[in-house]
């Protein structure tokens, strides 16, 4: 008899319970599931990022885009699902992007950014006192709009009198001026199959229009995406390799930037050598640059351009060229949550 109401109650404990427990656990999954950003990687592999809060997202005619709040990087922003930068470590990304050319040009008076929409890459530049006119042209307007109402790291820069900001396409902003350029940066993007900007990591855009919009001893760098061990291979080596079959010289260089959890690339090209030793950079550094800079001097620049054996000899053995019919893309779009 007692066998028999145990029986009993465990089937009617388990009769009840099963649904509720289920539902109890789906709205935990939910809840922890909104408590992360994940960025995928490949078909097997996710970062994922522990999340204070979702602050903002929203979609503009040719992107996603979200501003979130990390628990170890704090504020991030993401486009179309791709980590592009945080308030704890874009320094490194943006000082390696931005001083090298500067620094290794004679005297820089005037840059073009391709893309640069959160203005980090102004902010830089304009650290240059030798800089009089910046252009900055971003084909999306919204990121641009994003980035100035809720960057307040970059108002500065956003507001300088030296700042032209143009929101058009780069191509055909570069392909329509009058104007030739010290420096011109490559602040784009990843080259995202479906996405607005992997045409200008081409050939023909490198060799008809970046190098007739150089002025002489004009210095070209580009954002290269991933170049570690495991990565390089996806856009590194073929920016690089692709860029050999336009500039005479060629420097590749890298960095970690630990929230993208990866050693990342830029490749400088220009018609002239790039010749200072770190000493000459640093004195360069001093003469130029108006505050400290927190990741690069001569040192670690030099050495940034020091890649390890795996990843050299596969730009040297590179021989694919980006053209807009056989492009290359990076894998993967992030999802950022919350209920």
């Known amino acids: 008899?007692?066998?028999?109401?145990?029986?009993g109650i465990v089937r009617e404990v388990n009769g009840y319970d099963k649904p509720a427990m289920a539902k109890q656990q789906q709205q935990q999954q939910r809840e922890e599931e909104s408590k992360w950003y994940e960025e995928e990687i490949d078909d097997d592999?996710?970062?994922?990022?522990?999340?204070?809060?979702?602050?903002?997202?929203?979609?503009?005619?040719?992107?996603?885009?979200?501003l979130i709040d990390t628990k170890h990087f704090g504020k991030a922003l993401i486009i179309d699902g791709k980590m592009q930068s945080t308030e704890v470590d874009e320094f490194i990304y943006h000082e390696s992007l931005i001083h090298p050319p500067l620094l290794f040009h004679p005297n820089p008076k005037t840059v073009f950014i391709m893309g640069g929409g959160e203005g980090s890459a102004a902010r830089e530049v304009l650290k240059h006192r030798t800089v009089q006119r910046v252009v900055m042209c971003d084909i999306d307007e919204e990121v641009v709009d994003f980035c100035r109402t809720y960057l307040s790291v970059n108002r500065d820069a956003f507001a300088s009198d030296k700042l032209c900001l143009i929101i058009n396409?780069?191509?055909?902003?570069?392909?329509?001026?009058?104007?030739?350029?010290?420096?011109?940066?490559?602040?784009?993007?990843?080259?995202?199959?479906?996405?607005?900007?992997?045409?200008?990591?081409?050939?023909?855009f490198y060799e008809h229009v970046v190098k007739h919009k150089l002025s002489d001893r004009g210095v070209f760098v580009t954002q290269a995406g991933p170049a570690g061990v495991l990565t390089h291979k996806e856009v590194f080596s073929s920016i690089y390799n692709t860029l050999r079959h336009v500039f005479k010289y060629v420097k590749a260089y890298t960095a970690h930037v630990p929230s993208f959890a990866d050693t990342w690339g830029w490749v400088m090209a220009s018609d002239y050598p790039f010749s200072l030793n770190a000493q000459q950079i640093n004195e360069?550094?001093?003469?130029?640059?108006?505050?400290?800079?927190?990741?690069l001097n001569g040192e670690s620049l030099i050495s940034?351009?020091?890649?390890?054996?795996?990843?050299?000899?596969?730009?040297?053995?590179?021989?694919?060229?980006?053209?807009?019919?056989?492009?290359?893309f990076i894998y993967g779009h992030g999802r950022a949550r919350r209920d």
């Open 169 to 204: 396409d780069a191509r055909a902003e570069l392909e329509k001026s009058r104007e030739k350029f010290d420096v011109i940066v490559g602040d784009l993007a990843d080259p995202v199959e479906g996405g607005p900007c992997y045409q200008l990591y081409t050939k023909s």
């Open 284 to 295: 360069r550094i001093k003469e130029r640059i108006d505050g400290e800079l927190v990741y």
């Open 1 to 7: 008899m007692v066998e028999a109401v145990q029986e």
């Open 45 to 66: 592999l996710k970062l994922c990022y522990a999340l204070n809060s979702v602050l903002h997202r929203g979609a503009s005619k040719y992107q996603e885009i979200a």
């Open 304 to 328: 940034s351009t020091t890649l390890n054996k795996s990843v050299y000899q596969s730009l040297l053995n590179e021989t694919h060229v980006y053209t807009e019919d056989d492009a290359r």
